[in-house]
């Protein structure tokens, strides 16, 4: 079985502080992991994914993410939030064979 | 190049009664994905085409069905309505056999179930 836990209901910043979105995973055999984004009033969208190689991956609008194996953990981070950021965060998690499962999502709020 | 289209954008519907959601991938995708978002709950697998075939289920009582057609469109029917079936349902389409694409997501139909 697949699991993905996003630990934390809602993530609070300021804007120009970094910022860093939680995500911890289960599953068996070596998993694809993503980060999409649901802005208000709009779909979900792509931010990145690590699939193999380098544990750090760059994806969207200076998002990134580091895979730790060890921790089974793929936390989402930007050096310095914006405004415009503020958006529900959702890390999703796969098996090459298997259905994509999500999280429940983190709602990012960056202040002024 | 045109995103994925759902249709339709908002339905009500009573318990008891049953409901089609209609899904148009992206050209060129050949697999379609259906979600259910409902509040709280983040989003739930429901079902995974691929080529025509089902590839996977989620964990939804049998009156969640659906199917994909040989232009790939897809269809997600549900059988009599629950109060709790209220959701956004969200369709997804990406490049078949490949599970490590990622997914084009649709805006999504908003069934209220009164």
């Known amino acids: 079985a697949q699991s993905v836990a996003q630990p934390e209901d809602q993530v609070n910043v300021a804007e120009g502080n970094p910022l860093t979105v939680k995500c911890t995973y289960s599953?068996?055999?070596?998993?694809?992991l993503f980060w999409y984004v649901q802005y208000p009033n709009r779909g979900l969208q792509f931010l990145l994914k690590y699939i193999t190689g380098d544990n750090l991956v760059k994806g969207s609008y200076g998002f990134e993410a580091e895979f730790n194996k060890s921790q089974t953990s793929f936390h989402l981070k930007k050096p310095s939030a914006l405004v415009s950021d503020s958006a529900l965060y959702f890390c999703a998690v796969r098996r090459a064979t298997d259905k994509l499962i999500f999280g429940t999502g983190t709602r990012l709020q960056v202040f002024p | 190049e045109a995103g994925v289209t759902q249709s339709p954008t908002h339905l009500i519907k009573t318990r008891g009664q049953q409901v089609t959601l209609r899904c148009s991938p992206i050209s060129g995708h050949t697999s379609v994905y259906w979600y259910q978002q409902a509040l709280g709950l983040g989003l739930q697998f429901l079902l995974w085409?691929?080529?025509?075939?089902?590839?996977n289920r989620g964990n939804f009582p049998p009156r969640f069905s659906g199917r994909q057609f040989p232009n790939y469109s897809s269809e997600l029917n549900v059988n009599a309505l629950e109060l709790e079936d209220s959701a956004l349902y969200l369709c997804?389409?990406?490049?078949?056999?490949?599970?490590?694409?990622?997914?084009?997501f649709g805006s999504g139909t908003q069934l209220s179930v009164l």
């Open positions: 997804a389409s990406s490049l078949g056999g490949r599970t490590n694409e990622k997914l084009f």
């Open positions: 599953v068996s055999g070596n998993p694809y």
């Open positions: 085409y691929d080529e025509g075939e089902e590839r």
